[in-house]
């Protein structure tokens, strides 16, 4: 079955930029997409199509995909952008999920 | 305002059947595929399946024995059954809407139901 692997966690300074990998295998020939999940609440799509953003999600968040990986990038990070950020591509006939990474801003 | 609601028991004893219920509001059954996502506490998402409004539907393999999905057009909900559960089914689950034809993102969520499997 088709996996999305994600590091466990990544910290980052406020105003800091962070990036969080997702690789998988030709992960590059998919559209990827990624959600942010904050405690108690629904994930919420913040990229889509590698590198689209829906109306809403500030400028600030940003995306790509090639060969094997995709990366979230977060410019100017926010304290309020601590959550919970999961990859999710299209392979194998089914949707998949990445591992997941905690955002910790301090 | 478009909105997504789950609804259904929040406790099901094991080897009987999980039945939930997304209601639509806000927009057309007819205009997205409808998703069911579950999350095991603490842990991440794992996709479910998805259903459209024309009946076509397509499930996770790994739930697929188990797993039967159904949409109500006239009420603008559809539903999910999974049948002989267990601890492991344990989880938060989400109904979803895939709004962009052909960007195999989720960009509607339900808040979600807890559902408990123990007797």
């Known amino acids: 079955s088709y996996e999305l692997i994600q590091p466990p966690s990544v910290s980052v300074s406020p105003g800091q930029t962070a990036s969080i990998t997702c690789s998988g295998d030709k992960l590059g020939d998919k559209y990827a997409c990624w959600y942010q999940q904050k405690p108690g609440q629904s994930p919420v799509l913040v990229i889509y199509q590698d590198n689209k953003r829906p109306s809403g999600i500030p400028e600030r968040f940003s995306g790509s995909n090639s060969g094997n990986t995709a990366t979230l990038t977060i410019s100017g990070t926010q304290p309020m952008d601590e959550a919970d950020y999961y990859c999710q591509a299209y392979g194998s006939s089914t949707y998949v999920f990445g591992t997941g990474t905690k955002i910790t801003v301090l | ?119």
Not at chain 2, 71 to 93: E, G, H, P, W
Not at chain 2, 105 to 114: E, N, P, S, T, V
């Open chain 2, 1 to 119: 305002q478009v909105q997504l609601q789950e609804s259904g028991p929040g406790l099901v004893k094991p080897s009987e059947t999980l039945s939930l219920t997304c209601t639509v509001s806000g927009v057309s059954i007819t205009s997205y595929h409808w998703n069911w996502i579950r999350q095991p506490p603490g842990k991440g998402l794992e996709w479910i399946g998805y259903i459209h409004y024309s009946g076509n539907s397509d499930y996770n393999p790994s739930l697929k024995s188990r797993v039967t999905m159904s949409v109500n057009t006239s009420n603008k909900q559809f539903s999910l059954r999974l049948k002989s559960v267990s601890a492991a089914d344990t989880a938060v689950y989400y109904c979803a809407g895939e709004g962009t034809p052909g960007s195999y993102a989720f960009d509607l969520w339900g808040q979600g139901i807890m559902v408990t499997v123990s007797s």
